[in-house]
């Protein structure tokens, strides 16, 4: 299980048809969440969700510019949404964004910050 940050930031978006890596990124699969993400063609290219789980994913693979671009690019969106969180709740897609940024500066994803359970 991860750290409750980390998880409440991971999109669910309960009922979507488009798979957005929520299952994955649950169970720390980072490298299978990015190729699901990165193949569904059925999400724009700015979607808020697709962009916070990728960024996501990407922080926890070390690979933090890209991150870091993933959830500047949802900050910046046209797109304003309430996505629901892997915890239940429901959260507008700047603001987590915007969480998630300050995760990624504070070293939040990195792996030795993982729990098991």
Not at 18 to 39: N, R, T
Not at 89 to 100: C, D, F, G, P, T
């Amino acid at each position: 299980m991860f750290l409750t940050g980390t998880a409440a930031l991971m999109m669910l978006v309960s009922g979507a048809p488009s798979d957005i890596g929520y299952e994955p990124l649950l169970d720390g699969h980072d490298a299978i969440a990015v190729e699901v993400i990165e193949a569904n063609t059925e999400l724009a290219a700015d979607d808020p969700a697709k962009l916070i789980n990728l960024g996501i994913a990407y922080a926890r693979q070390g690979r933090t510019e890209e991150a870091r671009a993933m959830f500047e690019a949802a900050m910046r969106g046209s797109d304003r949404v309430v996505l629901e969180t892997a915890e239940g709740e429901w959260k507008e897609s700047r603001h987590l964004a915007r969480l998630a940024l300050q995760m990624l500066d504070r070293g939040e994803f990195r792996a030795e910050q993982m729990a098991a359970r």
